[in-house]
Nanobody, 128 residues
Framework: QVQLQESGGGSVQAGGSLKLACAFSDNNSGRGCMGWFRQAPGKEREPVATITSGGGGIFYSHSVRGRFTISRDNTKKTLYLRMNSLNREDTGAYFC?????????????????????WGQGTQVTVPH
């Protein structure tokens, strides 16, 4: 029922900025938790940020707090991730995830096992 499609990835110099988008659709009026995860080569997929149905509950991982901003526009059916002050450690494939069942969560979970729908991913590269 839920379909996700990421966009906006690319290559950017250290210190630069990039904005990712995830177009979504469902049969539950845009309800449910959503989040961004990333996976660097040779490493496990890790959480970046999560956001509740109405956008009031937000979680950021320690490594991106203060630099990244997650937001959603349920009218436009789009999830965003604004990334500032990028560094080489931010390099990886970024995935959008959704869990429509968690429509009343105060804060969405950061564990990837809690999400049942994923996009195909978009690559972000910060070269030396």
């Amino acid at each position: 029922q839920v379909q996700l499609q990421e966009s906006g990835g690319g290559s950017v110099q250290a210190g630069g900025s990039l904005k990712l988008a995830c177009a979504f659709s469902d049969n539950n009026s845009g309800r449910g938790c959503m989040g961004w995860f990333r996976q660097a080569p040779g490493k496990e997929r890790e959480p970046v940020a999560t956001i509740t149905s109405g956008g009031g509950g937000i979680f950021y991982s320690h490594s991106v707090r203060g630099r990244f901003t997650i937001s959603r526009d349920n009218t436009k059916k789009t999830l965003y991730l604004r990334m500032n002050s990028l560094n080489r450690e931010d390099t990886g494939a970024y995935f959008c995830a959704a869990q429509p069942a968690l429509s009343r969560a105060l804060v969405c979970p950061a564990a990837r096992e809690e999400y049942n729908t994923w996009g195909q991913g978009t690559q972000v590269t910060v070269p030396h």
